[in-house]
């Protein structure tokens, strides 16, 4: 561990990349923002003055798209200064693609009033931020280190020190050994507590760029939907092609097989019935291979006993069947749509298969319950761990399939073990 590491926070805090960002950050935003201020306030009261002509409209349009570019650059301020990553809102676009429809997507655009409502807001924000940073910094650094320069006062403006008090008859300096350390001392509080203050106050600009500058939460819901759909059907071709590949590797070459062992069957029963009895004997264990292929594949296609019985029993089911003990445990107060129930089953399959194939584990638990509106599942198992949903692992793709129905996977995996994988899935009942 580093030796900074060891510091505490609040004597790291001064001197941390992070605050002297946070302080560029605020030195800059005051002329920034009375830049874009002076000049969004200019051109929207032109062009709301002069809406009774013609001309109103395309200055109004123009100073709108302005502040878009404003925005575009406080975004990329926040993002190298605060850490901050937001989004840019969606684009303004016509329905036919000329000006005129240009300049009205502009006016009925939501982001880009919300980009005047910022330019306008946070002038006086940055204001008062830039004041009071300013302020802290200067008194605490001047008063910490005053005991380095106190020998400027009677060496050339002629007093022994800062002058806390003086009128006609009597004045006050700071000049005696104690008095400097005192002084040292109160810029020292103002050193420490001047980036907590600061970190404050550049919470407020997050919460201003994140809130005005960045698509509006029905754009970013369309945008999640808009991915939601694509894995969902990218799931489903990859769901089909596996469908076709296990009938054609599977039940189709052994039902190829058994039409080939009975025409050979059916060749040899008049002159050899003995050879052909055994042709048909085989033909039978094939016919049994296929349609214990074919329960497996309708199986992994949606199960007749979740559809039955539930979810209880179709889990008990797959525990049945899992190389490692497995208990399960299913507590619902009733069923959940056949969609989520459906997820909900496989989800639970894939987590046992992973635990069989790579876990080494002796045991598995499975819990399954309801809380408020969300149904929770979770597979436990005590084996080595270090399982994780990066790296193109299986989990990523699972957790792909469970956000796309709004849902969230989460792996609790240290290495040693135990894994804790616990899935959130909405409930529709």
């Not at 369309?222 to 969902?232: A, I, Q, Y």
């Not at 045991?363 to 084996?383: E, F, I, K, N």
Request: aromatic share 8%; glycine share 10%.
């Amino acid at each position: 561990m580093a030796a900074s590491h060891r510091l505490p926070a609040a004597i790291r805090a001064p001197f941390e990349a992070r605050t002297w960002r946070a302080f560029g950050y605020v030195l800059i935003g005051l002329p920034l923002s009375v830049l874009w201020f002076a000049l969004s306030v200019s051109f929207v009261s032109a062009g709301a003055g002069l809406l009774i002509t013609f001309l109103g409209v395309p200055i109004l349009a123009g100073a709108l798209a302005m502040c878009r570019g404003f925005g575009a650059v406080e975004r990329a301020r926040a993002r190298g200064l605060l850490d901050l990553d937001v989004a840019a809102p969606e684009p303004v676009r016509g329905r036919t693609g000329g000006a005129f429809s240009w300049m009205g997507a502009m006016l009925k655009s939501g982001a880009s009033w919300r980009h005047l409502l910022y330019a306008i807001l946070h002038m006086p924000w940055a204001v008062f931020s830039f004041s009071v940073t300013v302020a802290l910094w200067a008194w605490g650094w001047s008063l910490f280190t005053y005991p380095l320069w106190q020998w400027v006062f009677p060496a050339w403006v002629g007093q022994d020190g800062i002058q806390l008090y003086g009128d006609a008859t009597h004045a006050f300096y700071l000049d005696a050994p104690f008095e400097i350390a005192v002084t040292s001392l109160i810029g020292l509080v103002f050193v420490l507590i001047g980036p907590w203050v600061l970190r404050g106050l550049v919470s407020v600009d997050r919460l201003l760029v994140s809130g005005l500058l960045g698509p509006s939460r029905l754009a970013s819901r369309v945008t999640e939907l808009e991915s939601d759909r694509g894995v969902v059907v990218d799931t489903a071709a990859a769901d089909l092609r596996r469908i076709e590949r296990d009938l054609h590797d599977g039940a189709q070459a052994r039902l190829a097989a058994l039409a080939m062992d009975l025409g050979l069957a059916k060749e040899k029963l008049a002159r050899d019935p003995q050879a052909a009895a055994v042709l048909v004997d085989e033909a039978h264990g094939e016919v049994k291979l296929a349609l214990q292929e074919l329960r497996d594949l309708a199986r992994g296609i949606h199960p007749a006993v979740l559809t039955d019985r539930g979810l209880d029993a179709a889990l008990s089911a797959v525990a049945s069947r899992c190389a490692v003990p497995v208990s399960v445990d299913v507590d619902l107060p009733a069923r959940p749509v056949p969609a989520i129930e459906g997820i909900a089953y496989f989800t639970v399959s894939e987590l046992l298969q992973n635990v069989t194939r790579h876990s080494r584990a002796r045991r598995a638990w499975v819990d399954v319950w309801r809380t408020g509106d969300r149904l929770m599942l979770q597979v436990r198992d005590d084996g080595v761990g270090g399982a994780g949903i990066g790296g193109g692992s299986g989990l990523a793709g699972l957790s792909e399939r469970v956000g796309a129905v709004d849902g969230v996977l989460a792996v609790d995996s240290p290495a040693g073990g135990p894994t804790a994988v616990t899935v959130e899935l909405p409930w529709r009942s």
